[in-house]
């Protein structure tokens, strides 16, 4: 079968760091995405892996192994905006797999 | 350049009746999907397209269905609304290849609809 997991819900601080992981098991793999979704609005691509490493984009990072299954979004100097809940997504057949995504709160 | 549009942006339905979705891009993707997102479940794939003329059943494809008449355009149809189909709906395109023709996934949503069948 098909199935990725994230935490549900996470709580960090404004100007810190925080980690996000996702692990899947997929039939097939072409790429790891990352999306952000704020309350009420579409969900937004973020970063995408396909390569083992890490890749950096501004205050967000996100890092993938492929022999694992398993990739973390990594996102510094939190802010306020950064409160959403982030998607978790593996390319497969044309299709995006998701998992049920990690809603993350942000306090002062 | 407006990306994906989807009208209408809400809509109450009473049970049994029908109604239809639009969404159109305008990116020139091939690929058009639908989407359903209810609270703690993720979004779950209803029908999607791989190019004008082609519809594909997703995960959850009952009580719905779809058309793809012109490349920019797919429509989600409602044939006799029920309760259990309250809930938001996207609409996403991608397009299947980058300049370098390296193959990309990268899919781009609407706004969305948010429907409510009482």
């Known amino acids: 079968g098909q199935n990725i997991d994230q935490p549900t819900e996470m709580t960090a601080t404004e100007g810190a760091i925080v980690q996000i992981n996702c692990t899947y098991q997929?039939?097939?793999?072409?790429?790891l995405f990352w999306y952000q979704q704020h309350a009420g609005e579409a969900p937004t691509f973020l970063s995408y892996?396909?390569l083992d490493g890490l890749e950096e984009k501004g205050r967000f990072s996100s890092f993938l192994s492929r022999s694992k299954g398993y990739s973390y979004l990594l996102l510094k100097e939190l802010q306020m905006k950064d409160s959403a809940s982030y998607l978790c997504?593996?390319?497969?057949?044309?299709?995006?797999?998701w998992g049920a995504g990690t809603k993350l709160i942000i306090k002062p | 350049n407006a990306g994906v549009t989807q009208t209408p942006k809400f809509r109450v339905l009473k049970t049994g009746q029908s109604m239809t979705l639009l969404c159109a891009q305008d990116m020139n993707h091939e690929y058009m999907y639908w989407y359903r997102q209810d609270p703690g479940m993720g979004l779950r794939l209803i029908h999607y397209s791989v190019g004008e003329g082609t519809t594909a059943k997703g995960e959850v494809p009952d009580g719905y269905n779809v058309s793809r008449l012109k490349k920019q355009n797919f429509l989600l149809g409602l044939e006799s609304a029920a309760p259990s189909q309250t809930s938001v709906y996207f609409c996403a395109s991608s397009y299947t290849m980058n300049r370098d023709r390296s193959r990309t996934d990268t899919q781009y949503f609407g706004p969305g609809t948010r429907l409510t069948v009482l």
């Open positions: 997504a593996v390319g497969s057949n044309y299709q995006l797999i």
């Open positions: 892996n396909v």
């Open positions: 997929t039939s097939g793999f072409n790429g």
